[in-house]
């Protein structure tokens, strides 16, 4: 087991320098100088050297490159083009809005996902199943930018219900520890803020989870199917246990090891989305951020922000696995015999 | 058939179908037996005759498409299929419990022995956590696994296919059931480990008292286990008789050409090629109008292939074939 | 998995014979202990005539997968015609009809510079097709080349490009999509290249598992015996054996390719103005959410019936080829 999880955390370390090497030469190399963006028009030829030279520009690639990451490794994301300020307290600041969305997304997707799957699995070909067939295929096919817009109308605007927007009434808004409201908010026993937070929470994590909630959805389903064929199976049943417990045990734990592995990448997918989402929602996280900075060629802050996401969609998928191994004996067995 | 006072299942006019879209398939059609208390029924037939659809309508846990259409299998003067689910769990795995023909794929492979052990014996026995460890491991020596108290431990997967079998077995028989069906419990397993199989369960309930329900498709077994044998072809019994006059004397054509491609010894001697049942087994969804056997027998007649046969009761035994017809002249040809 | 589990030199199975019985066999399989209900459908074996025919027939049983063609192609007429059928301009201003609910005159209503949202709803047709069309065409010629030389050369060849590919599915593709538009700037042109790019992998991971399935059969060994070079046989040999996963893959391809537009649109990446593009036109009308909400609803609308349709389409083609695949 052990050997098996430094071997995997070892795999991890060239899929990063390689990203990191896509990622700069794309914004180093491929890109257009910034400097006439940054500057506007009316820059003269001596003032824009002056500022590639300031932002160690006129250096060779290579050289910027390793400067880069050798500054990075110290937590040294460089500074935005514009404010100067350094990308790395830029993104702190707004990370932790980014990551609260996602994890509220997944633990959305991933309750109702399974708990759909399976009802669909159990109750194979009913009015239900078929029903739950055309959420899952709604779910994948709506743009969730407009998903968004369609909640913001009708339980904002037709129910007023839910906030349209934002992340929490300024008023209430915790101090700052760990920059994650529900868990600032509770700690502090801020409870009319958890409360606004939560509320303000419903709809983006809808949104955003709404499209990983069908995928594990439909794998959940199949993935049941495939369990409730097997004879083990039946051997349960036989033995004269409930049936809620055939389906919830030895079922469930079966048909949930190759979700792990769905799950994980669909939290990669929920970063991505969750550019979108915020854009919808006003949400204070890093995508509205990573949107301006392209659309001002900020690079210092556009790589910083891919190399993040990156990082954490790479390590989650390596939680995902680890996952795996764990419901699943037979790879602890096999990694046991390499070792 | 009768009644009597030691009978411990007896199944009635029993029918079970797969409703599909092709069409119906009469897995069983009207087939009646009963087992009595610590005798072996064997069921015997080629894969298709309907044999391992019987055990699982006993057993309640028939699937859909496929549905018990009509009949009665009545336990100790109940009626199965009239009991609610409820009802149904209590005995399954605790009066009667079940063996399965694939070791390798019928353990679940994510829990311990211990587990997945211990969950009918909490169930039905309703012992502690302890108590039904103790138990289990007690199982796990009976059926013959050594350092029973470290294998608890194991994953499925750690055990070889013999050992497995072993497991289901102790599994099967850790609630003292009084009757297990063992459906196939030898074919996946090596030569060798077939017998030691085997001889377990014959061990076992001559220890325990219980009757069994063999279903197999070799008559080798049968010879070396059953008390009384049911042939079955095509959804339906063919012959039943005691062990001993099925194989002094077998009457229905069927068996008949059964027993022969029985590789013996003194097949092997001379140089003659073993004996094959010409022909296929019928398509279920189209089964022929008269017997369905008709198409492969030797001695076939032609009101074989217009009319299906009835059951016969000839000397003690009961026999689906024209030949045995009383009132027909064939009959004289026996 | 796909049609290749069956052993090349045996013939394919009728797909339209198996596509109901999939199901059936699949329930049977489920409870009865392996072999007790015999192969009873006898079709099973038959060769069939043309197995692309075979395919279509199955397909057009289908009715979901059937009403989407008819859909898609429906769609195809308007981004070939549209622009004849429009009953305004569609991108020709009226200020002072801004924001006008729909009415006989704007079935779906005016946007806030006075556009007559119908007309651009299928003006937005032939923008969205041809940038799914042209991205996955993208993908896939780079896609399977990549794939299948990876597969077929092996080694540290194969190492090479599938790190690589691991590398690009590290970043989620609507991310990476948007820094490949932050490098080569903005436009509807360079959204083509960002998202045929992003879905390589997906591609090139499908074809060099195929080929590593059937790379060892032996009809492969009998064409290099008779002196095959290797290109030749990856594009004779190799190649069509894994068409059907690549057509059912690129045409579910489509509608990511179609979500990936109207996203990058959305966040005022894609086309530029006054162009109709759907996503654009829901960035660009979000501000009126409350006070004008047929904005939104119509765009939005038209995108998701037509991602909806290459998915539906793409299931049923998936169902066609692969009827083990059905209970899915």
């Known amino acids: 087991m052990f050997k098996y999880v430094t071997k995997r955390i070892l795999m991890v370390i060239p899929v990063m320098i390689g990203v990191s090497i896509i990622v700069f030469s794309l914004m180093?190399?491929?890109?257009?100088?910034?400097?006439?963006?940054?500057?506007?028009?009316?820059?003269?030829?001596?003032?824009?050297?002056?500022?590639?030279?300031?932002?160690?520009?006129?250096?060779?690639?290579?050289?910027?490159?390793?400067?880069?990451?050798?500054?990075?490794?110290?937590?040294?994301?460089?500074?935005?083009?514009?404010?100067?300020?350094?990308?790395?307290?830029?993104?702190?600041?707004?990370?932790?809005?980014?990551?609260?969305?996602?994890?509220?997304?997944?633990?959305?997707?991933?309750?109702?996902?399974?708990?759909?799957?399976?009802?669909?699995?159990?109750?194979?070909?009913?009015?239900?199943?078929?029903?739950?067939?055309?959420?899952?295929?709604?779910?994948?096919?709506?743009?969730?930018?407009?998903?968004?817009?369609?909640?913001?109308?009708?339980?904002?605007?037709?129910l007023h219900l839910l906030p349209s927007g934002g992340r929490i009434n300024v008023m209430l808004e915790p101090t700052r520890v760990t920059g994650f409201y529900m868990i600032d908010s509770l700690t502090q026993g801020n409870w009319d803020g958890f409360k606004d937070a939560f509320i303000h929470l419903i709809l983006p994590a809808l949104t955003l989870g709404m499209y990983s909630m069908a995928i594990i959805t439909r794998m959940t389903r199949s993935s049941m199917l495939e369990t409730l064929g097997q004879d083990y199976i039946r051997t349960a049943r036989a033995k004269g246990i409930s049936e809620t417990k055939v389906i919830g045990k030895h079922a469930l734990r079966n048909s949930l090891i190759p979700v792990t592995t769905v799950i994980g990448l669909q939290f990669g997918a929920l970063l991505g989305g969750a550019l979108l989402t915020e854009s919808v929602f006003s949400w204070p996280g890093i995508g509205k951020y990573t949107v301006d900075s392209i659309l001002k060629s900020d690079f210092p802050v556009v790589q910083g922000i891919v190399l993040l996401v990156a990082v954490i969609f790479v390590t989650i998928n390596l939680i995902a696995d680890l996952g795996y191994a764990f419901l699943d004996p037979r790879i602890k067995y096999s990694s046991k015999k390499e070792d | 058939?009768?009644?009597?006072?030691?009978?411990?299942?007896?199944?009635?006019?029993?029918?079970?179908?797969?409703?599909?879209?092709?069409?119906?398939?009469?897995?069983?059609?009207?087939?009646?037996?009963?087992v009595r208390e610590g005798e072996v029924l064997a069921i015997v037939g080629e894969s298709g005759s309907g044999k391992s659809v019987a055990s699982l309508s006993v057993m309640g846990l028939l699937q859909p498409p496929g549905r018990v259409v009509s009949g009665e299998i009545i336990y100790r003067g109940r009626n199965l299929l009239a009991l609610s689910?409820?009802?149904?769990?209590?005995?399954?795995?605790?009066?009667?419990?079940?063996?399965?023909?694939?070791?390798?794929?019928?353990?679940?492979?994510?829990?311990?022995?211990?587990?997945?052990?211990?969950?009918?014996?909490?169930?039905?026995?309703?012992?502690?956590?302890?108590?039904?460890?103790?138990?289990?491991?007690?199982?796990?020596?009976?059926?013959?696994?050594?350092?029973?108290?470290?294998?608890?431990?194991?994953?499925?997967?750690?055990?070889?296919?013999?050992?497995r079998q072993r497991v289901m077995t102790a599994m099967a028989l850790s609630c003292d059931p009084d009757l297990l069906i063992a459906d196939e419990p030898t074919t996946a397993l090596d030569v060798t480990i077939q017998a030691q199989i085997l001889a377990l369960i014959g061990d076992l309930r001559k220890k325990l008292g219980m009757a069994v329900l063999l279903i197999t498709h070799d008559l080798g077994v049968v010879a070396e286990t059953a008390d009384r044998v049911v042939v079955m072809y095509g959804g339906q019994v063919v012959e039943q008789a005691t062990a001993q006059d099925l194989f002094d004397c077998p009457k229905h054509p069927y068996t008949l050409g059964l027993l022969e491609s029985i590789p013996s010894m003194a097949d092997s001697e001379d140089d003659e090629p073993l004996y094959m049942i010409p022909g296929m087994v019928p398509n279920p969804l189209n089964m022929p109008m008269g017997c369905a056997f008709a198409a492969r027998c030797s001695r076939r007649m032609p009101r074989c292939t217009q009319e299906r046969p009835p059951l016969y009761e000839v000397e003690g035994r009961l026999l689906r074939c024209f030949l045995f017809d009383p009132s027909g002249e064939e009959g004289a040809r026996t | 998995m796909t049609e290749f589990d069956y052993p090349q030199d045996t013939p394919r199975p009728d797909p339209s014979s198996l596509t109901h019985l999939a199901d059936e066999t699949m329930a049977l399989g489920e409870r009865l202990p392996s072999g007790d209900i015999p192969d009873f459908d006898e079709t099973l074996h038959e060769k069939p005539e043309n197995q692309w025919l075979e395919?279509?027939?199955?397909?057009?049983?289908?009715?979901?997968?059937?009403?989407?063609?008819?859909?898609?192609?429906?769609?195809?007429?308007?981004?070939?015609?549209?622009?004849?059928?429009?009953?305004?301009?569609?991108?020709?201003?009226?200020?002072?009809?801004?924001?006008?609910?729909?009415?006989?005159?704007?079935?779906?209503?005016?946007?806030?510079?006075?556009?007559?949202?119908?007309?651009?709803?299928?003006?937005?047709?032939?923008?969205?097709?041809?940038?799914?069309?042209?991205?996955?065409?993208?993908?896939?010629?780079?896609?399977?080349?990549?794939?299948?030389?990876?597969?077929?050369?092996?080694?540290?060849?194969?190492s090479v490009i599938m790190r690589l590919m691991d590398m690009m599915l590290a970043i989620p593709s609507i991310l990476l999509a948007i820094t490949l538009m932050a490098a080569l700037g903005k436009g509807i042109d360079k959204a083509v290249i960002a998202i045929g790019l992003v879905s390589i992998p997906e591609y090139a991971r499908i074809v060099r598992g195929n080929i590593l399935s059937i790379k060892q059969n032996d009809y492969i060994a009998a064409a290099r015996v008779v002196g095959n070079t290797d290109f030749r046989i990856i594009f004779r040999h190799i190649l069509p054996n894994a068409l059907s996963v690549i057509i059912v893959r690129a045409t579910l391809g489509i509608s990511s390719a179609v979500l990936d537009t109207a996203a990058l649109g959305f966040l005022g990446l894609g086309v530029q103005p006054p162009q109709a593009e759907w996503g654009d036109m829901l960035g660009r009308a979000r501000g009126f959410i409350f006070q004008a909400p047929w904005t939104l609803l119509y765009p939005g609308m038209a995108i998701t019936v037509t991602v909806l349709a290459f998915n539906l389409l793409g299931d049923g083609l998936r169902d066609a080829l692969d009827p083990k695949s059905r209970v899915k």
Do not use: C
């Open chain 1, 28 to 158: 180093r190399v491929f890109s257009p100088d910034p400097a006439p963006i940054v500057l506007g028009q009316h820059a003269t030829i001596k003032s824009i050297e002056v500022w590639r030279h300031a932002n160690g520009l006129d250096a060779p690639v290579v050289t910027q490159y390793v400067t880069y990451v050798a500054k990075a490794f110290k937590g040294d994301l460089g500074t935005s083009y514009y404010t100067k300020s350094q990308v790395a307290a830029e993104i702190g600041a707004r990370f932790p809005a980014t990551i609260e969305l996602a994890i509220a997304a997944i633990l959305f997707a991933t309750t109702l996902g399974v708990l759909l799957g399976v009802m669909a699995a159990v109750k194979k070909n009913s009015v239900f199943d078929a029903a739950g067939s055309l959420f899952a295929l709604i779910g994948v096919s709506i743009p969730i930018f407009w998903l968004g817009i369609l909640f913001i109308m009708f339980f904002a605007g037709f």
């Open chain 2, 1 to 34: 058939m009768t009644t009597d006072t030691n009978t411990l299942l007896e199944v009635k006019n029993l029918s079970t179908d797969f409703v599909m879209n092709k069409g119906t398939v009469h897995a069983v059609v009207d087939m009646s037996f009963t």
């Open chain 3, 55 to 158: 395919m279509w027939r199955s397909l057009i049983a289908n009715r979901a997968a059937l009403v989407s063609l008819i859909f898609i192609a429906f769609l195809v007429f308007l981004a070939v015609f549209g622009p004849l059928l429009t009953p305004y301009n569609p991108i020709s201003t009226n200020m002072a009809a801004s924001l006008r609910a729909p009415s006989a005159a704007h079935w779906f209503g005016t946007d806030q510079l006075g556009m007559d949202i119908f007309s651009r709803v299928i003006a937005g047709t032939r923008v969205s097709l041809t940038v799914g069309l042209l991205a996955v065409s993208i993908a896939l010629t780079i896609g399977v080349i990549l794939g299948a030389v990876a597969g077929y050369a092996g080694g540290w060849v194969d």
């Open chain 2, 85 to 163: 689910p409820r009802e149904m769990r209590d005995l399954r795995g605790n009066h009667i419990s079940m063996i399965f023909q694939e070791p390798m794929t019928s353990l679940n492979p994510v829990f311990t022995i211990q587990d997945q052990l211990t969950e009918s014996i909490r169930e039905h026995m309703k012992l502690d956590k302890k108590a039904a460890i103790t138990r289990a491991i007690e199982m796990l020596r009976l059926v013959g696994i050594p350092s029973a108290e470290k294998r608890i431990h194991d994953y499925p997967h750690q055990m070889s296919g013999g050992m």
